[in-house]
């Protein structure tokens, strides 16, 4: 890292030559782009960047301010901060509801950098950005989409958060979204998380069952989604029952979960299979007292239970009978490995 650079360019950020202070915004940009060190030292120039913001209005100025701010907030909760109090939220949240595509996407980028400081997390609250972010999934472009799902993602996990989420109406479009993108991405990943976080509340659940293809995209996650995902979506799932078996059970059999539960159970993560193992249990068509007259409440007669009752496909249900013989055989050496060993008998013969 040269000081002579970082000197030139602070110089030509704070400088009054509206073309001196465009070079240093894209100087900036270039500069710390993969560099930690050089956004430490561009610190000085967060200021000059939120006036551009402010002040600007010059499509090509404002997107290089934007660029620059948000290169220096990336994975520097100081500069994240120095943003915030220079005041740039206001002209951001402003650009939220511009006309203009692609300084909404970059509003929306910005915010999703700023979201991701547990500091910041409570201010960006405070300014009302939940509301806006899910108006963004409804009519945003693609990629401003993908941003705000993760951007809500990260804002639902502080506290009281998750209420202001779900005043917004955030499902019919969080679900869109989900059945609308690769089911093994980072943005299907988001959408469960998020999901499985709103499935603790009932508006958010009855939103679920309301949208046609709701719970079957969750599903498709749990068959088919990175291991993240597929935790996310089993999670979401066993939420929904076990707030109200006999409201939602019939509701998610016949989405065909059992295939990618069975799958789960043998090669989920840790928390992934005992959710899967719960959620089976939920789904058997049996009350505690019924169970107890019945075979031992072994995973394998669960399963075979809820085969019997499939009203699917012969395709899906061979699928689960295939799927339960790997479960049987799974259990099985699972449960010879856990034999004590027998200690060897030596016969002796006078």
Known sequence: MSCAIVEKTLYLIQSNDPILKLQGAKDIRWLTKSSLRYRRHFNEAVKPLVDMLSNSESFEFIEAAFLALLNLSVKDEGNKKSIIDAGALEPIIGFLQS???????????SL????ASSVTKRILTSFGVIPLLVDILRRGSP????????????????QGNLTL?????????IVALLKSCKKSS???????ALLESLMSYEECRQAL??????????????????????????????????SDRCKYRLLILREGVIPGLLELTVKGTAKSKEKSQTLLRLLRDTTPSERSQLQPDTLENIVSNLISQIDGSKEQTGKAHGLLA?????SMD????????RPMVYMYSD
């Open 99 to 109: 006309e203009n595509a692609s300084l909404k996407e970059h509003a929306t980028a």
């Open 112 to 115: 999703l950098t700023l979201s």
């Open 143 to 158: 990629r401003a989409m993908v941003d705000s799902i993760i951007t809500l993602y990260n804002l639902s996990t502080s």
């Open 165 to 173: 989420i779900l005043q917004s109406d955030p499902i019919p479009c």
């Open 186 to 192: 980072k943005t299907a990943r988001k959408c469960t």
């Open 209 to 242: 069952t309301s949208e046609e293809g709701g719970i079957l995209a969750i599903v498709e996650v749990l068959e088919i989604g990175s291991l993240q995902s597929r935790e996310h979506a089993v999670g979401a799932l066993l939420k929904m029952c076990q």
């Open 326 to 330: 790997e479960v049987i055989q799974v």
């Open 334 to 341: 699972q449960r010879l490995r856990l034999l004590p060993q």
